[in-house]
């Protein structure tokens, strides 16, 4: 059986930030900083409610008489008793004989054309262990986007407007990084496995490390523009959060309209018609501050039964790359112009240059995974290179039929004008026959 290094990692984490961020608004509250103690305390609190709902909502403990787990999740103690018990079904699950198992049927990835289906027998103790890294896996994600993230923007903004940097903060916003790093992580595993759930998916070493590079880039490299713009333009970045979030909060409720689909019913067989309301706005919510930071590896679709698509649109992907760099571009060349004395040692143009160079780099790191180390790249209609090169081809033909075109008028035009030219030349100048003639008419 797996050892379950994810839920300890997700472990890790949430207790290090949230101590983290206790030990820091306190120092926020002996200096008497209240504001920063209490959006440092609001970003640290409100995501560990949602992470305690999520493992609730995904073990199904409110329909069952758990009272003590229940206790334990108001306390904010739910992660460390749900870490208890995974270790405990892992150091117990190869002592006992298990009555029951399931029969699970996977397809291998595609082998000289032939993909052969294998079963597997998977007993109570792997089922519930596989539960536990599903919730675990969620709200890793949870914490890393709603909470992480907004934090981490705001400690780097604070440090930018006191213009310090002490070793306290220093640790809470490493932490949230890798907080954030991780959560992005798993999110892609989690797209992987559901868009090819019928298929057995084995994530190699080198493609955690090529997606841990490239959400290591992007985010940080997001996170700095964002609070470099809100440094000199407090007012306008309100306005660019709120246009990003709610675009990406509203995009699939206007599909969703479009499509013409009945209201999904089939979330939760207990919810009602308004539960299943708010548990659809809680995912768009989700969904729209993993897109404020980074791409979002899941694409919701709410007028599909399992609420996501699973295929692969390079098309989004090549869109969304394209609005966020120019959408960097342009809140870079907006501080350069409006910059403060604050950043009077800082080499502006230098500055820009690499925050620019790091989001390519994080772009680059992307196409080396989707390329080379993605575990379904064989079942892809196409990879990142024969895209590249069809695009390439569309380009170049689109410049020659351009370049042809205008020739064609060049040519017409020339045409037209030496048709023009021809009578007036023939009526100022006489034929040398007739001059001829006329001479000798005279001398006669």
């Not at 926020?28 to 900083?33: A, E, F, K, N, V």
């Not at 018609?273 to 989700?286: D, E, H, K, M, S």
């Not at 680059?364 to 079942?379: A, N």
Request: hydrophobic fraction near 45%.
């Amino acid at each position: 059986m797996k050892f379950p290094a994810s839920v300890l990692a997700s472990v890790f984490l949430f207790v290090a930030e949230t101590s983290a961020a206790l030990y820091l608004s306190s120092t926020y509250l002996s200096g008497g900083d209240r504001i920063w103690q209490a959006l440092t305390l609001l970003f640290s609190l409100m995501p560990c409610a949602l992470v305690q709902l999520t493992l609730l909502f995904v073990h199904r403990d409110l329909s069952r008489d758990r009272p003590l787990v229940l206790l334990l999740h108001l306390l904010q103690l739910g992660p460390l008793f749900r870490c208890f018990e995974v270790f405990c079904l892992y150091c117990q699950s190869g002592h006992n004989e298990e009555p029951y198992v399931s029969i699970t049927k996977k397809r291998q990835m595609p082998k000289n054309g032939f993909s052969e289906e294998i079963e597997k027998e998977v007993g109570q103790a792997e089922g519930k262990l596989f539960t536990h890294r599903s919730a675990f896996s969620r709200a890793s994600v949870i914490q890393a986007f709603l909470g992480s993230a907004p934090q981490l923007t705001l400690q780097l903004y604070i440090s930018v407007i006191q213009q310090k940097l002490h070793t306290g903060r220093c640790v809470f916003m490493t932490l949230s990084l890798l907080s954030i790093v991780y959560g992005a992580l798993r999110c892609n595993i989690l797209a992987i496995k559901i868009k090819y759930d019928e298929y057995e998916v084995k994530v190699k070493p080198l493609a955690y490390v090529c997606i841990f590079l490239w959400r290591s880039f992007e985010i940080a490299i997001r996170v700095i523009v964002l609070v470099l713009f809100a440094s000199v333009m407090k007012t306008w970045v309100v306005l660019v959060i709120l246009v990003n979030f709610f675009s990406f909060f509203l995009y699939p409720w206007i599909l969703f309209w479009f499509s013409g689909s009945p209201f999904p019913e089939n979330i939760e067989k207990a919810f009602s018609r308004v539960g299943t309301t708010i548990a659809l706005c809680f995912l768009t919510l989700l969904y729209a501050g993993i897109n404020m930071f980074c791409w979002s590896a899941v694409q919701l679709k709410l007028d599909n039964p399992e609420l996501i698509s699973k295929s692969q649109n390079w098309y989004r992907l090549l869109v969304y790359y394209m609005m966020r760099f120019i959408e960097n571009s342009i809140l870079l060349l907006l501080w350069y112009l409006f910059k403060t004395d604050i950043y009077i040692y800082v080499c502006a143009p230098l500055l820009i240059l690499q925050l620019l160079i790091g989001y390519c780099a994080a772009i680059l790191f992307m196409l080396v995974f989707y390329q080379f180390f993605h575990p379904c790249k064989k079942l892809f209609s196409s990879s990142v290179s024969e895209s590249f090169r069809a695009w390439l081809r569309c380009f170049c033909w689109a410049c020659r039929k351009q370049e042809s075109c205008e020739s064609a008028e060049k040519t017409e035009v020339k045409s037209s004008t030496d048709q023009d030219e021809t009578p007036s030349s023939s009526k100022m100048s006489p034929d040398p026959t007739q001059t001829l003639s006329a001479d000798d008419i005279c001398s006669a």
